[in-house]
């Protein structure tokens, strides 16, 4: 008997593409706890109910006397033969180069998520317009729908976190010590001297009167926003010092951690991943459960964000959405890379461990999976790298930030995602955070990290240009060969005796699937190679004029009856013996 437990990895990316694209239109203010359910009550197996749960999420939202206004559709974009097809089915996404879900209002594209076969930033951002083109007609039914329910909406008023009058009081107290502060180029040093700044302010004010003190910190988030604006747009400079489109300090190596299958350490400013890939068999896989039965899934990518690499304290429980979601947005990325299984029969599983973290770990964990791949001899079709975009907007004035810190994910208008290979994406995530992101800026930002991502990728490949060609030494290698179906019981025995008695006499891993295909697995060759010959020797036929040493079974009077091979007996004649 089966019962739903804690959702699963699908239905947490799910969650995440629902609300990541509806939760910045709630209205400023908006304190109430607002909880939103999909149910799957019937499936197909050919159409992923996920856009379905958006626009029907949306929809809910907007026929509710919540203060939603702006209701979102949401699109999903394949590529099958260079053309375009909306909503493609599962069979569909199975051969297609992109696949990507677009989410918008009916003025602007909201949120972007995609895996694709390195597919070029042109065809991407035409993709993304077309989808918002569909996305609109999605939008106008849900306003048709409230037209016709008659609901009246409650007019939200957001309650005033200070007056304008406190605003410029403070402002002028502490501009100047306060944007120096925000220069520090350290994210704990600058968090130090902007705290600096703001409890001298904070001193200067009756400590009875919390009200007034609890606005005043307020402010200070507000006026690191607005100068973090004005040195971008006016200044083009940022608060480390770089320049707009300029990639923090890389720092690459691999091979670090003696007894793992592959390592790396990849640094980015004050971002740093220690990643590890671990080969395994068959049986290593992750069964995944989804309504539309069971599979095994080869390649895992687990991220992992423990609370020291932000210098915090935190129980470690299991991961959580994030960590979830980052794991699966680099397992995107890197999947189209891997070698063929005919090729690579492994199992294989990357964990990506954040050290600290000022900014774009999930990029990070791309650069470093792809390092770490490549240390452990994965003959990957080209390397990985991953870069975050950024962007500061006022009015008609825009910058786009290459490798945002933490601070600029914070306090800008966009995260946008992009990972790839020299010759295209393979994985994008964009989450925009206001209205009237216009196709040329979109364009902007995918054409300056692609120079972003040419320039991680020459890093990379000076310290490791190729993966290497011998496996770890403590890595399983992988011998495969091919028995007859109806040789299968030889090998296995009678309750599983025969293969037992392999398994113990060699030490290796020895799987067999259905269609005759073994796979031994040991890291001693001379052992996995007496496996082999065991194996030949239960499933060998008996060939015409041969000479076998036998073992005789019984004796009768006309001749003996000999075992030449296992399960095959044969009769030599009274006159031959």
């Not at 895996?115 to 569909?134: Q, T």
Request: proline share 5%; aromatic share 6%.
């Amino acid at each position: 008997f089966k019962r739903e437990g804690r959702p699963t990895e699908k239905e947490t990316i799910t969650s995440r593409l629902i609300d990541r694209p509806l939760r910045p239109l709630f209205p400023p203010g908006y304190r109430m706890e607002t909880q939103v359910i999909a149910l799957v009550l019937s499936a197909d197996g050919e159409n992923d109910p996920d856009i379905l749960a958006i626009n029907g999420a949306s929809a809910a939202l907007v026929l509710s006397e919540i203060p939603f206004y702006n209701p979102v559709g949401a699109v999903r974009v394949g590529l099958i033969d260079g053309e375009i097809v909306f909503n493609p089915t599962n069979s569909e996404r199975d051969v297609s180069d992109l696949d990507l879900v677009v989410v918008g209002t009916e003025e602007a594209v909201a949120m972007v998520e995609a895996g694709a076969n390195e597919v070029s930033e042109d065809v991407i951002l035409d993709c993304i317009f077309k989808a918002h083109e569909v996305i609109r007609t999605i939008v106008h039914a849900q306003h048709e729908l409230f037209r016709h329910s008659n609901l009246e909406k409650p007019v939200w008023e957001a309650p005033e976190a200070y007056s304008k009058e406190l605003f410029e009081t403070v402002k002028a107290a502490v501009y100047g010590d306060f944007k120096k502060a925000l220069f520090t180029k350290e994210k704990f040093a600058r968090k130090a001297a902007t705290k600096a700044v703001q409890q001298a302010y904070l001193d200067t004010l009756p400590e009875e009167d919390e009200e007034t003190r609890g606005k005043v910190k307020k402010i200070f988030d507000t006026l690191e926003d607005e100068i973090l604006r004005e040195v971008v747009l006016k200044e083009r400079i940022r608060f480390d010092s770089r320049s707009l489109a300029e990639i923090r300090d890389i720092n690459v190596e691999t091979g670090l951690l003696p007894r793992t299958h592959g390592s790396a350490l990849f640094t980015r400013g004050e971002t740093q991943a220690l990643v590890t890939a671990t080969l395994g068999t068959r049986r290593d896989a992750q069964i995944i459960e989804e309504y539309e039965g069971e599979s095994l899934q080869k390649f895992l990518l687990h991220y992992n964000f423990p609370p020291f690499s932000v210098g915090e304290v935190r129980f470690l429980r299991g991961p959580g959405r994030r960590e979830i979601g980052h794991g699966v947005l680099a397992r995107r990325a890197m999947t189209p890379m891997l070698p063929h299984e005919d090729d690579f029969p492994y199992t294989v599983r990357v964990v990506s461990d954040i050290m600290e973290s000022n900014g774009s770990s999930s990029m990070a964990t791309v650069c470093g999976a792809s390092l770490a791949l490549f240390d452990a001899g994965v003959p990957m079709r080209a390397p990985v790298a991953g870069v975050a975009m950024g962007l500061i907007k006022v009015g008609d004035d825009y910058a786009v930030l290459s490798d945002i810190a933490g601070q600029e994910d914070h306090h800008g208008d966009m995260d946008f995602k992009v990972a790839g290979t020299r010759d295209g994406i393979t994985a994008l995530q964009m989450d925009i955070k206001i209205a009237g992101v216009s196709p040329e800026i979109m364009g902007t930002a995918l054409a300056q990290a692609k120079v972003g991502r040419m320039h991680i990728l020459d890093i990379m490949e000076r310290h490791l240009p190729a993966p290497k060609e011998d496996l770890s030494r403590y890595a399983p290698r992988l011998y495969t060969m091919e028995i007859s179906k109806d040789k299968i019981r030889n090998v296995i025995g009678p309750g599983g005796k025969t293969i037992r008695s392999i398994i113990e006499e060699t030490g290796c891993d020895i799987e067999i699937e259905n269609d005759g295909n073994v796979i031994i697995a040991s890291p001693d060759q001379p052992a996995a190679q007496r496996a082999i010959e065991i194996i030949e020797s239960l499933t060998a036929e008996p060939e015409m004029g041969a000479v076998y040493n036998g073992k005789v079974t019984r004796v009768e009077g006309f001749g003996a009856f000999v075992e030449i091979l296992p399960g095959t007996e044969g009769l030599v004649h009274i006159s031959e013996l």
